[in-house]
């Protein structure tokens, strides 16, 4: 076992300096981006804890999820915007590993809080007068813990693998941020154990929340066929809309940076689409579960006029 001597080591995070002449552009572009994310989450968050309408399952794990969205693009996006703007493209041997720690852990519990909304709505359509019994509050918590705690277990195993690993001198990553796949890439010592790894706890870690997303929409279509009213497959439709589209989204970003053939040869794609499921994501997850969802509009509403109660006050 190797442990690399993190003071004479660091990191250069290459991320988009091909395009010098726009860097300013992306700048304000991905700070609108972050921005919008943060105050859209924070405010979801808000009007879910502040309104007692609020305090189901659906909302529980949605307010979860903006939690991780947080983590998620707070993990790599201030240290993208700072690169953009002053050139600080260094990072150090324990700041890299760092970053990927929470990178990683709160990807993948945006991951398996995707799957347990899946299972939500799959209850909440399909056996809707068990709803209270098969999701009460416990067991949500109890949910919500084991995606936590496996996150955060997942992510610890392969940063402590990293860890590992020897690093020497100054070292170029080829991304915007520390991605574990990259940083691998750039270490001198044997790295198949690291890839076997990945291959097969982390495609597990993937895998099994993204076929149990996909079950439960298979068992929500089959009920919605079964369905003979047009206002009762569109009341169904609608219930699980938001979670659908944000679905789409990420794992969609993700497929195309990860399993696309051109994601290995064009880097401005795989930037791109990167950007896709780290901010793009986030930030529209507030916007679909709000605008999309009446119990959230209403919600706000009431969370507005409380705040104008109390200022008056």
């Known amino acids: ?32 981006m972050y921005l919008v994310t943060l105050v859209g989450n ?7 804890a502040y309104n007692h309408h609020l305090h189901s399952p659906m909302y529980f794990f949605l307010g979860n999820l903006s939690l991780a969205d947080i983590g998620f693009t707070s993990s790599t996006i201030p240290s993208l915007l700072s690169s953009l703007i002053v050139n600080r493209r260094f990072l150090s041997f324990p700041n890299c590993i760092t970053q990927m720690f929470f990178f990683i852990t709160f990807g993948n519990l945006e991951n398996n809080l995707l799957a347990i909304m899946a299972y939500d709505r799959y209850v909440a359509i399909c056996s809707p007068l068990h709803y209270a019994t098969q999701l009460r509050s416990h067991w949500c918590v109890v949910l919500v813990i084991i995606s936590w705690v496996g996150a955060c277990s997942h992510s610890l195993l392969h940063t402590l693998m990293a860890v590992n690993l020897s690093f020497s001198g100054v070292k170029q990553v080829d991304h915007f941020f520390c991605e574990i796949s990259r940083v691998l890439s750039i270490s001198s010592s044997d790295t198949s154990t690291n890839y076997t790894l990945i291959l097969t706890e982390g495609a597990a870690s993937v895998g099994v929340p993204f076929v149990c997303i996909i079950l439960s929409y298979a068992l929500i279509l089959r009920a919605l066929l079964q369905l003979h009213t ?11 809309s938001s979670h659908l589209i944000t679905v789409c989204i990420f794992y969609g970003t993700i497929v195309s940076v990860y399993f696309c053939p051109y994601a290995s040869t064009s880097r401005v794609v795989e930037r791109a689409a990167t950007i896709g499921y780290t901010l793009l994501t986030p930030m529209l997850n507030p916007i679909i579960y709000g605008l999309r969802n009446n119990a959230m509009k209403a919600g706000f509403k009431r969370m507005i006029k409380w705040k104008t109660k109390s200022k008056r006050a």
């Not at 047009?230 to 699980?240: E, I, L």
Request: glycine share 4%.
């Open 1 to 32: 076992m190797h442990i690399t001597n993190t003071s004479s080591v660091s990191f250069v995070l290459l991320g988009f300096s091909d395009f010098p002449w726009i860097q300013t552009h992306l700048f304000l572009l991905f700070l609108s």
């Open 42 to 48: 924070m405010v979801l968050l808000f009007c879910i």
């Open 230 to 240: 047009v206002d009762g497959r569109q009341k169904a439709f609608s219930t699980c």
